[in-house]
């Protein structure tokens, strides 16, 4: 069966900081891998998804995730926080044979600090 | 392009009174269809989804009902609300085969008084 944890359910950085939020799923065949955005009272927006093409995904924003298999990890990474990232990500997995089953992860609530 | 939609967007309701929230699909045809709620603090718990018209699959046990009347229109019902049903509501889609995303409707705040 799939799973998603997301470590640390409250994450605060800095503007102009690192980004990371750290995603690892357990998936039995290759999962397909989204990370999604939700500002509050609003629905979920994707970010970037891996769907075994390159390991290294780019997605909207300058968030760019890195799919590690040996690790079973997804993390999100962003070079220079802003303002206007502070939200709540959420990490999902679809796995390749059963691909309209979703598991998303708990979630992770970014706050930027001026 | 596709646009989904789902209303109201804001809801206060009575304990033991009925619920009907609607989400609607354009631009694409037999999409997969899912209702998705979030308690306040929580990750995403999915309800029921939807591969076409009057095939509804139900995750949790619950005094909720899901139906697609049309290929592109999901509502989702109870006919007593509880106070446990308080939550964000939110409708996706995605297009059949693997691999492919979830899009979000704008999300239901229902409140249960």
């Known amino acids: 069966a799939q799973s998603v944890t997301q470590l640390g359910s409250h994450v605060s950085v800095s503007e102009g900081a690192l980004v990371l939020l750290r995603c690892n799923y357990s998936s039995s065949v290759p999962p397909y891998l989204f990370w999604y955005v939700q500002y509050p009272n609003q629905g979920l927006q994707l970010l970037l998804k891996y769907t075994s093409a390159a390991t290294l995904v780019k997605g909207i924003n300058d968030f760019e995730a890195e799919f590690k298999k040996s690790e079973t990890s997804f993390h999100l990474t962003k070079p220079s926080a802003h303002m206007s990232d502070a939200a709540e990500y959420f990490c999902a997995v679809s796995e390749a044979n059963y691909g309209q089953n979703f598991v998303f992860g708990p979630g992770t609530r970014l706050s930027v600090l001026p | 392009s596709q646009t989904i939609h789902q209303w109201p967007a804001t809801l206060v309701q009575p304990v033991g009174s009925p619920l009907s929230l609607e989400c609607t699909v354009e631009g694409t045809s037999n999409p997969n269809l899912y209702w998705y709620r979030q308690a306040a603090g929580r990750g995403l718990q999915l309800l029921f989804y939807?591969?076409?018209?009057?095939?509804i699959s139900s995750e949790v046990p619950q005094n909720l009902s899901a139906s697609r009347p049309q290929d592109r229109q999901f509502i989702l019902s109870s006919k007593k609300l509880l106070l446990s049903d308080s939550g964000f509501y939110l409708c996706?889609?995605?297009?059949?085969?693997?691999?492919?995303?979830?899009?979000f409707g704008e999300g239901s705040r229902l409140t249960v008084l």
């Open positions: 939807s591969v076409g018209i009057g095939q």
């Open positions: 996706a889609w995605t297009r059949g085969g693997v691999g492919g995303e979830l899009f």
